[in-house]
């Protein structure tokens, strides 16, 4: 009778300590191992929030990564993957507001995952004070160049100039047919809305 052999599966590696994994990796290696991190931080953190992954596993998850979260390009790799693995929620409507975009960045923040020592809540707090940051940017950023760009361009004053036109006139339908009837008393003399 002959004996099968089967193939052994192999022990999982555990870095010990002064151990390093990402020592012999480019740092392209370690910019896709941090993107590739943040994808799997979605799931574990969704997993946490479904009772399929415990606190331990987020701690033990967050020691084997932790070598790699010390490098420069496995910390932008895993910007670059968190933005990458959120950036569908901007086609949310309202999401450009800065009301929407805490309420997006607060709910991105709770469904982190949580280790020992962790606070859901402030997770949830700090993810809507970031989700508030870019609308909140782009609206300051609008009012400063309005207030201080636009006088100083010939594009910028005629659109305050026309702005400050359409508020005296109204935008009522009866003033634009009043402003459509109306003859000037001086031959060659239209009225305008000034």
């Given at each position: 009778?002959?004996?099968?052999?089967?193939?052994?599966?192999?022990?999982?590696?555990?870095?010990?300590?002064?151990?390093?994994?990402?020592?012999?990796?480019?740092?392209?290696?370690?910019?896709?191992?941090?993107?590739?991190?943040?994808?799997?931080?979605?799931?574990?953190?969704?997993?946490?929030?479904?009772?399929?992954?415990?606190?331990?596993?987020?701690?033990?998850?967050?020691?084997?990564?932790?070598?790699?979260m010390d490098t420069g390009a496995g910390m932008a790799g895993n910007i670059a993957g968190n933005v990458a693995a959120y950036a569908p929620l901007a086609l949310v409507p309202g999401a450009n507001t800065i009301a929407g975009g805490t309420a997006l960045g607060a709910l991105t923040g709770a469904a982190q995952p949580v280790g020992e020592g962790d606070s859901r809540l402030a997770n949830a707090a700090i993810g809507g004070m970031a989700g508030a940051v870019v609308p909140a940017g782009i609206k300051a950023g609008k009012t400063i160049k309005a207030a201080v760009i636009d006088p100083f361009t010939d594009k910028g004053a005629q659109r305050i100039a026309g702005g400050l036109l359409n508020r005296t006139a109204g935008n009522s339908a009866a003033a634009a047919q009043r402003m459509a009837a109306a003859k000037g008393a001086t031959p060659g003399f239209n009225p305008t809305a000034a």
């Amino acid at each position: 009778m002959m004996q099968e052999h089967f193939a052994q599966p192999k022990p999982a590696m555990h870095p010990t300590p002064g151990m390093n994994p990402t020592s012999d990796m480019t740092g392209l290696d370690k910019f896709a191992a941090g993107m590739g991190k943040a994808f799997v931080d979605v799931g574990r953190g969704a997993g946490q929030l479904f009772g399929m992954v415990d606190k331990a596993d987020i701690d033990e998850a967050r020691r084997l990564d932790a070598p790699l979260m010390d490098t420069g390009a496995g910390m932008a790799g895993n910007i670059a993957g968190n933005v990458a693995a959120y950036a569908p929620l901007a086609l949310v409507p309202g999401a450009n507001t800065i009301a929407g975009g805490t309420a997006l960045g607060a709910l991105t923040g709770a469904a982190q995952p949580v280790g020992e020592g962790d606070s859901r809540l402030a997770n949830a707090a700090i993810g809507g004070m970031a989700g508030a940051v870019v609308p909140a940017g782009i609206k300051a950023g609008k009012t400063i160049k309005a207030a201080v760009i636009d006088p100083f361009t010939d594009k910028g004053a005629q659109r305050i100039a026309g702005g400050l036109l359409n508020r005296t006139a109204g935008n009522s339908a009866a003033a634009a047919q009043r402003m459509a009837a109306a003859k000037g008393a001086t031959p060659g003399f239209n009225p305008t809305a000034a």
